[in-house]
Structure formats: structure tokens, C-alpha cells
């Protein structure tokens, strides 16, 4: 099976996907200006079969309780397919297909496919859990880093309107009440029942567009050399709290596209 880095090429964009890493998107470039944070931990890395933080890494499905691996201490975060290697399934000069087998610690067996695809002004991510066997509950997200400046320029700003803040606890994990969006910096979850919609924003060099229809975003800006717009298809632990069932009949699948001008 071939791991190899593929480059997509689409006017004056070129994006990197790493299916070695996993199956993340490594880099996007527009003009030659990189808008993702580079290392092995960044660019966007694809969240599945969880988006987030499992309280204490547990979830329940019917009467069993599962036990993930503590990736955050003391909670199992962001799922385990970034930690494996995908396979290629087919690829062009702006798309491709990769593929990722569900295996342990995840308890059922399930195909995750993604697929990137590229033109001049827009990158869509679109990915797919399915199941031969049996039901289970699952979520899919994206975690780019952006960078938050690019070539020395200002700053990156940020700018959404949501319909509601999940409450955050002490444990980083939401209440379960909502509340009215609060002012950054965020480590937190928004609700947008139209689709996710953000803007950034590098003054005077570019504007990007996050969207999605999926009605769920992470917004993680805490860090200085990067922030993170994460939608997805329902909150951080919402395995336990909201949980989406794959079932053979019916896979889960969502889609991301980021669109950008010059400025």
C-alpha cells in the first residue's frame, strides 16, 4: 500500500496531504504563502471516530461502556485515525481519495474514507464512516492550524456569529448548557444551526472562509503561532452527550470547504 505525500495543484494552490501522518492535509499554499502551521502535530489533521475531548475517555453505546486510551489526560481526545497511517485510494492532479480502517483501541471495525479535493479558490474535505457490521456512534471533525500570521504580515482576525457558547466546565468539557457567545480567546464550542460560517482574515493579504453544514465549530485561538476553526458534526464529548449512529445502512459523512480571495 502506498503512504507516500501527495501534492494537489489547482491554479496558483497547492496542497500537501500526508497520508503517512495521519491522512492529514500537511500544507496549503496560495501564491507560495503557507497557510498551515508546519510539524508533524499541525496542518489538519482529520478527527474520527471522535471530535474532541471523551470525559475520562469512556463512552457508552447500548450497555457497554468502551475505555479509550487517555490521549489528554484525563480525557481520550481528537479519535484515533490521526495516529495511523491511511491508504491511498486513488489520486489526480487536484484530488484524491484516502482511506483509513478503523482498528484498536477503537472497539468496531469500520472504513473512514477522505477526500480532498482542489481548485484555484477553494479546498473541500469530505469524509465518510461506514460500517459492514455493527452500529455505533461516531463524530467527524477537522483540526487545521492556521498560521496566525503569514510572511510577517498582521495578524489573523477572526469572525463568526454563533447562535449559541457551549459552557465550558473546569474540565475543558461542555455543561451541557448553552450560553450566549463570550468575547476570545476560545477553547470553545459554538453552535450555528445555518452551517458553520467563519471568516479569516489576514489584513491586506487574504480571506478565508471556513464553511461546512454541519452546525457544530471548535474555535482554538490560545496558542500564538496558530489558530484552529475545527467544524464538526456534534460537541466534545458528544459521543456520550449527542452521539450520530453508523449503521450499514446509513454511513455518517460530512464535508468542509475553505474559500479564499486575495486581498
Known sequence: MSHEDITLTAGDAEVTLRPANGGRVGG???GGVQLLRQGDRFGCFPMVPWCGRIRDGRFRDGAEVHQMPLSSPPHAIHGTARDGAWNIARTST???VLTYDLVEPWPYPGRVTQIAALTPDALTLTMS???????FPAQIGWHPWF???????EPVRLDFTAAWQEERGDDHLPTGNRVDPKPGPWDDCFGMPGGVDV???????LELKVASREEWVVVYDEQEAAVC????TGPPNGLNTLPRLVTPLEPLEASTTWSWRRL
Do not use: F, H, K
Request: no cysteine; aromatic share 6%.
Open 129 to 135: 464512516v461506514e460500517t459492514y457490521d455493527a452500529s
Open 199 to 205: 471568516t479569516l482574515t489576514w489584513p491586506g493579504q
Open 147 to 153: 498560521n496566525r500570521t503569514l510572511d510577517g504580515g
Open 94 to 96: 487536484d484530488e484524491a
Open 229 to 232: 476553526v475545527e467544524p464538526q
Open 28 to 30: 496549503l499554499r496560495v
